[in-house]
């Protein structure tokens, strides 16, 4: 079992940074791939970002891609999404998860957290 835990997220104005953790603990974090999701009110939850196990290989959204950044600190069993020039649209519960094998911007992930709010005041 991998237990994951969500922080970071608030209230910002437009165009302002966040970066959300997720702290990772049970089996070994640094054989898991890990993503990020999100779910704005009344949307179905989407992809955001995904990276491989030693963070050589990542996924972006095409809506974030050049603005959110994922990282992980595999010593510190912690992965990271760095949030810039937010959107009111980025609005929404982020959700981290984490898989066995590849990343993926599909749900397919075996473990997830309980979500994180982001919310983007115009």
């Known amino acids: 079992q991998v237990q994951l835990v969500e922080s970071g997220g608030g209230l910002v104005q437009a165009g302002g940074s966040l970066r959300l953790s997720c702290a990772a603990s049970?089996?070994?974090?640094?054989?898991?791939?890990m993503g990020w999701f999100r779910q704005a009110p009344g949307k179905e939850r989407e992809f955001v970002a995904a990276?491989?196990?030693?963070?050589?290989?990542?996924y972006y959204a095409g809506s974030v891609k050049g603005r959110f950044t994922i990282s992980r600190d595999n010593a510190k069993n912690t992965v990271y999404l760095q949030m810039n020039s937010l959107k009111p649209e980025d609005t929404a519960v982020y959700y981290c998860a984490a898989r066995a094998g590849i990343p993926t911007m599909t749900e397919t992930y075996d473990y997830w957290g309980q979500g994180t709010q982001v919310t983007v005041s115009s």
């Open positions: 990276i491989s196990w030693k963070g050589g290989v990542t």
């Open positions: 049970g089996r070994t974090f640094s054989s898991y791939a």
